[in-house]
């Protein structure tokens, strides 16, 4: 969750005005991804190359296409940066919701992530240049303090000469001879590997990764010159990226450092970031409809924005790697491994009608896959919540009638409710009628799926959760001076009495917690799916610089997005890391995947508060879960496709915790293979569910229906709810 707040109004959402009542977190659904075991690899082939200062500086290469970094001034300083540095620094500790200093601890955070930024993989530097830097370990809050940004400017012009002295070395290797019969094995776990310690060393990690390179490529069908060619275009491609960077590039990837080191969440925007952002918060979203982000030099897909072209294809999902992008149905395709985000954005987007074709990897393995997607705007009625009365057959034979709802988010009509339209859109008005169909036509229970909600309007959350309390507290939020605020549901009343389940998984985030823990805490209903959700219990503030410095905006000096306040549940507990548990577990891939809050570097802990008084519904009874938890188990164990299912769950955890890739040829392919058969089952599954459907006829879902009407006819046989 996210608002932006004018200087010393922290009540606000944004310098408009807009009252905190309609707060919102849609720009802020992250699922921040560790790619898969594989696409690091492909990463490390393309960044691969590590070259570093041993005794003396070696003399940097001239490259064939690429400017010599000696011809080029590297960036420096400015007066602004500097003064930027020292706001920065003042106001993270201020208002970020742990109240902690700028001290050596969070000076040692911070060079580890600027370290990583560039590379993550360790391919670049020598261990002798992280020792050097290493003296700076717990100067950088002083520095920062002082406005100093020399350090930044230390590391990036060290890491620009290594990638031109690798880069040197890889278009030497590339046109020397492989041997794939060879038994040696590349290191794809950057915890696992090392920095090199002699060029010697260095030279041999970068022709491995030119190996794997090849092979990865060969599996896609491309060898050869043909291979050898994209290799040396990707490779000068990389060393071209850091030529071009600006000040703005470089201090922001410095000072997010520095704020990303007290929580993932808070970072600096530069001017031309904060440009950006402005300019798009005021399009209407075109293109795909899907969120990206950079991961190891690849362009990883975050999530998929409900009601877009992306969401309509169904093809594209989260942690997908895209790695080559084509215009129109015929242009050819632009390999965009190692290009810089912005660039791949620019290449994606586009207007409402077009074409764009995207080389995909599934998952981050296997073979390229091209997806032809046609641009659109994102419509709210594609996003909005749905409803479908399912006439269920149970294991026994038995038929209940269970009315069940998607709700991609939690959304509000943001302009009409400011213009106090009465007949404003809203997720909560659009469930209010989709729950009163089906007390009219005799649902006996209701399923609301939040499976891919990644949350969205905090107001909506409360109402929502409103249509099946009888007033009362939601939702608490703490702030950094440690005062808590409490937000109720005050409408007197229920739209839904009856039975009730909540459809979660690792992807439900914020919102979804909020109304997810909020249902559980009250005994109100039974949360389903993986053992818990995402676990974002954090809402941050967009702080523009210009406005703090001068109380206008007449300079943009970039803004300052920091974590200043953490939500609780109603009994106390944060929803922040730990998520909200479910009362029953599904098997999953989701569950495995790196993809929860508390996959974050540096990600908050969680706490608790006192809890708020509030009402207990007695529909959970402890008995009747264990009754539940028991019948669900028997029949998963017993359906084959829960079975296929958990093998497969075996083999993507077990490929996922693989520090090392064989490079011999028919080990590698042989593993490859096996990565091609899994996704395969996969892209199956997933082209059989569609959003277009409000219900996907699936045996996972299906089990979810049966867990509803064993709930069902459990509380009506403890006298809970009426028949």
Request: hydrophobic share 35%; glycine share 6%.
């Amino acid at each position: 969750m996210i608002e932006r707040v004018p200087p010393g109004n922290l009540a606000s959402f944004d310098s408009r005005n807009i009252p905190p009542e309609i707060r919102t977190n849609h720009m802020d659904r992250r699922f921040t991804m560790r790619t898969i075991v594989t696409a690091a690899v492909l990463v490390c082939l393309a960044q691969a190359g590590s070259s570093q200062r041993i005794l003396a500086q070696p003399a940097v290469p001239e490259l064939p296409g690429v400017e010599n970094t000696t011809a080029t001034a590297p960036p420096q300083a400015t007066a602004q940066d500097r003064r930027i540095a020292k706001l920065i620094a003042s106001l993270i500790p201020k208002f970020h919701i742990s109240s902690a200093e700028l001290d050596d601890t969070i000076s040692q955070r911070a060079l580890d992530l600027y370290l990583d930024r560039f590379d993550p993989l360790k391919l670049y530097f020598y261990q002798s240049d992280i020792d050097e830097f290493a003296k700076h370990r717990n100067q950088i809050d002083d520095m920062v303090k002082q406005g100093d940004l020399s350090l930044a400017y230390t590391i990036f012009n060290r890491f620009t000469q290594r990638v031109d002295e690798r880069v040197a070395m890889a278009l030497e290797i590339l046109d020397s001879e492989f041997d794939f019969t060879k038994d040696e094995y590349i290191i794809v776990d950057a915890d696992a590997a090392s920095y090199a310690k002699t060029p010697e060393e260095a030279n041999q990690r970068w022709r491995r990764q030119i190996k794997y390179a090849l092979l990865d490529l060969r599996d896609d069908d491309t060898v050869g010159d043909e291979a050898r060619d994209l290799l040396r275009r990707r490779y000068l491609r990389y060393a071209r990226r850091f030529k071009s960077y600006s000040n703005d590039d470089l201090l922001e990837a410095y000072l997010t450092s520095v704020t990303s080191a007290f929580d993932p969440h808070s970072t600096y925007m530069s001017p031309s970031t904060l440009d950006d952002f402005n300019i798009s918060m005021g399009l209407k979203l075109q293109g795909i409809g899907a969120a990206l982000r950079e991961k190891d030099g690849n362009t990883v897909v975050m999530q998929i924005i409900p009601g877009g072209a992306a969401d309509q294809d169904e093809r594209l999902q989260p942690d997908d790697v895209i790695v080559s992008v084509g215009q129109g149905e015929e242009g050819p395709m632009v390999d965009i491994v190692e290009m810089p985000l912005k660039d791949v954005v620019s290449l994606i987007r586009g207007n409402a009608g077009t074409v764009v074709r995207l080389g995909v990897k599934v998952g981050g393995k296997g073979k390229v896959e091209t997806y032809q997607i046609t641009r659109a705007k994102v419509e709210l009625e594609e996003s909005a919540a749905r409803g479908k009365i399912l006439d269920h057959t149970m294991p026994d034979g038995s038929v209940r009638k269970i009315g069940f709802i998607n709700l991609p988010s939690f959304y509000m009509d943001m302009q009409a409710a400011r213009e106090n339209r009465t007949d404003f859109r809203s997720s909560t008005r659009d469930v209010r009628n989709i729950l009163m169909e089906f007390k009219s036509k005799g649902v006996e229970g209701v399923v609301i799926d939040l499976s891919r909600n990644g949350g969205g309007s905090l107001t909506e959350a409360i109402n929502l959760t409103g249509l099946f309390i009888n007033r009362g507290p939601v939702v608490q939020v703490k702030d950094s001076r440690g005062q808590i605020q409490q937000y109720n549901d005050e409408e007197v009343g229920t739209v839904w009495s009856g039975p009730l389940v909540v459809l979660t998984s690792k992807f439900s985030a914020s919102a979804s917690e909020i109304f997810a823990g909020a249902i559980k805490d009250y005994n109100r209903g039974i949360i389903v799916g993986d053992p818990a959700t995402h676990g974002k219990g954090t809402v941050q503030t967009l702080m523009d610089l210009g406005e703090r410095l001068f109380l206008t905006q007449r300079q943009n000096y970039g803004a300052l997005k920091v974590t200043l306040q953490q939500f609780y549940l109603p009994d106390g507990e944060s929803t922040q890391r730990g998520g909200v548990a479910a009362d029953i577990v599904l098997p999953s891939l989701t569950q495995k995947m790196d993809v929860a809050e508390g996959d974050l570097k540096y990600a908050l802990e969680e706490d608790r508060i006192n809890g708020a008084r509030h009402d207990i519904y007695n529909l959970v009874p402890n008995d009747l879960l264990t009754e539940l938890r028991q019948k669900s188990e028997q029949r998963v164990k017993a359906d084959k496709e829960f079975v296929d299912l958990m093998r497969r769950i075996e083999l993507f955890v077990k490929q996922k915790e693989e520090q090392t890739v064989p490079l011999e040829e028919t080990a590698f392919m042989q593993r490859r293979d096996e990565l091609d058969a899994q996704k395969e089952e996969e892209k199956e599954e997933i082209e059989q569910e569609t959003d277009k459907q409000v219900f996907r006829d699936t045996f996972y879902n299906r089990e979810v229906i049966n867990i509803a009407g064993d709930y069902i006819e459990g509380l009506r046989r403890e006298k809970l709810v009426r028949n």
